[in-house]
């Protein structure tokens, strides 16, 4: 027995990356899945190799209609929804604060946070009704650690996070649980796509960036789609029923402060710099 047998989610941004492993662990573990994202190919790509009990939909989470029809085809075809997965995302808008074009500003907080609202309303009219769902959005790590991510994005998994608490608290009591992931630094293409790279040169800068994200954390090694996955299937099954409004950290322990070794050597200086005898009573 998977430990989602019987459930039926909706995931965002589905087609690559952390999406794509959800994606592949939901069906493993037995939910029935509709799955979105705006390349309608990869989607279909993804459900063939899942199987029949996974539907794929083009979806623009920038689109209300878009986010409630996948909400509105799930339960249409699996007669309800258990699970809303916003995991949709992107880098977004980059650079200085002085230098931040408006419309690109737009366009970011439409992704990362107006696209959350929608998720949650939508999924809320649903899951009220049944009295039972688990709302799951991806998060982040720099939503409250500052200097991991550009001032926007960040701006946008603060409101993330503050957004699960509130709607934690009005929908606890239609019995409708609403929690958020926050990653560390996850070796994805998404970094790759907001240089403009190609899919394929993506994902090679994907594998490369693991080489250098194993070394930012007290656990070390990179953090992968899977770690994320895992925490995702744990919040939509009844192992968790109890659990709303938390903002769930897996990021290898970058949150905790600057590694040990770091702070060896930051003290090893410190030391070097004393008078002697402060350096031989130490």
């Excluded at 662990?25 to 037995?30: N, S």
């Amino acid at each position: 027995m998977g430990k989602l047998d019987g459930k039926v989610a909706v995931i965002t941004g589905a087609t690559t990356g952390i999406g794509a492993e959800c994606a592949r662990l939901f069906a493993q573990e037995g939910a029935r899945l509709v799955i979105g994202g705006r390349r309608e190919h990869l989607a279909q790509k993804l459900a063939d190799e899942l199987g029949r009990d996974v539907v794929p939909v083009r979806m623009d989470v920038t689109s209300e209609a878009d986010i409630a029809g996948a909400i509105d085809l799930a339960v249409k075809r699996f007669g309800r929804l258990d699970c809303m997965f916003n995991n949709a995302g992107a880098v977004g808008v980059l650079g200085p604060i002085d230098e931040t074009p408006a419309d690109a500003l737009d366009d970011t907080i439409s992704v990362l946070f107006r696209s959350v609202v929608l998720g949650i309303k939508h999924a809320a009219r649903v899951m009220k009704t049944q009295r039972s769902g688990s709302i799951i959005t991806t998060a982040s790590v720099a939503g409250f650690l500052a200097g991991y991510a550009p001032h926007v994005y960040s701006a946008c998994k603060a409101a993330v996070i503050g957004l699960t608490r509130t709607t934690a608290i009005e929908l606890g009591e239609q019995g409708v649980r609403v929690n958020c992931i926050c990653p560390g630094p996850i070796a994805t293409p998404i970094f790759g796509s907001a240089f403009g790279l190609s899919d394929e040169q993506a994902d090679a800068l994907a594998e490369k960036a693991k080489s250098v994200f194993k070394t930012i954390q007290p656990i070390r090694r990179a953090g992968e789609s899977i770690d994320i996955a895992r925490a995702g299937v744990w919040l939509a099954s009844d192992d968790s029923t109890f659990v709303t409004g938390h903002a769930m950290v897996v990021d290898g322990g970058l949150s905790l402060g600057q590694s040990w070794s770091a702070m060896q050597e930051y003290f090893g200086k410190l030391i070097s710099l004393a008078p002697e005898q402060a350096s031989s009573a130490g």
